[in-house]
């Protein structure tokens, strides 16, 4: 190869990156608009959740208990209402994603059997903010539970032993606040990596043949590897640039922690945009319009890459056919080691698989891009 007819294809890609505004936007722009939306839009957790009470004791230990709710930052309790089906319809009209509702006995039972009941009616219109409100109620409810029946003991000198013979010590590792935002933003790195890098890489061929400059492009000395080296170095110049600055928002802006290494998040990257580019690279060459290859490289990368990589659906949840399938994704091995340079500080013999796999996938698709392209005008 000659690398000074690369260097002038390469410097020829950048002025027409330079020129063409929708180029440009998807290059600088894009990336930054993608982390910040799914970095404050995607997210897991749930925070002040809206409640209603219907009290029909109205007794210091329900006012007890409703103060935990108070305190607790993932409850909001907006209104107390003095009947059922006011509740209801405050649930019907999304006022409020849980309802709680006292019995009118519920000191009596708590004095006399030490074990009360409160009903929680739950909005599952979306099932994952239920099983989360659900959740926190329980442990809510599970704490003044504890507090009560420590109360009832000390009252009767018995040892709060009695009350808890067993506890669990319990530590979470690499994400210790079980923050969603820690694990959706790294992978969000792998989804605009595969979104700007399959848009403009299958822009470069098609370019060439809606413009009129495909005669002038063949008729240079330079060979089919030349020019797809030269045509996609920008590219991959620009992903590494892209990659900096989201994990720079990442760190800097959600305060997501990054306890790796940065070159190997940059090797990691490199390896990621050669599939992505080479992808995009047979995308263009086959299809000589830029509006269809911009489909079909989506289509290819950035939809296995948002559903099948583990970026928004735990793989090891899902049913075993799909589960298999995902091997063949090569964004699930990107998305893993995002993961774990971010949130974990693996090494290389920690990401040891995901990178073999990568660069597995770097040299057939290498291989198949180089053989794409001949200079002809057929």
Known sequence: MNWRRIMAIARKEFIQIRRDPHSFLIAVLLPLFQILLLGYGARLDADHIPVYVYDQEGSQDSQALLKHFQASRYFDVIKAVDNYPELVRAIDADRCKLGLVIPWDFSRRLADAH?????????????????????????????????????WFAARGLSQQTVAPLSVDYRTWFNEELESKNFIIPGTVALVMALMGALLSSLTIAREWERGTMEQLIATPATAMEIMVGKLFPYLVIGLSDAALCTAFAVGWFNVPFRGNAGMLMFTTTLFLVVILGIGYMISVATKSQIGASQYAL????????????????????????RAVTYLVYSRYYVSALKGIFLAGSGLEDLAPQIGAMIVYAVVIAVFATRAFRKSLQ
Do not use: R, W
């Open 299 to 322: 289509l290819v990368t950035l939809l296995p890459t948002s559903m099948l990589s583990g970026f928004a659906f735990p793989i090891d949840q899902m049913p075993a056919p799909i």
């Open 115 to 151: 074990h009360s009941e409160v009903q929680a009616l739950l909005d599952g219109t979306d099932d994952n903010s239920a099983q989360l409100a659900l959740g926190y109620a329980q442990a809510v409810i599970g704490a003044y539970s504890n507090e009560v029946q420590l109360k």
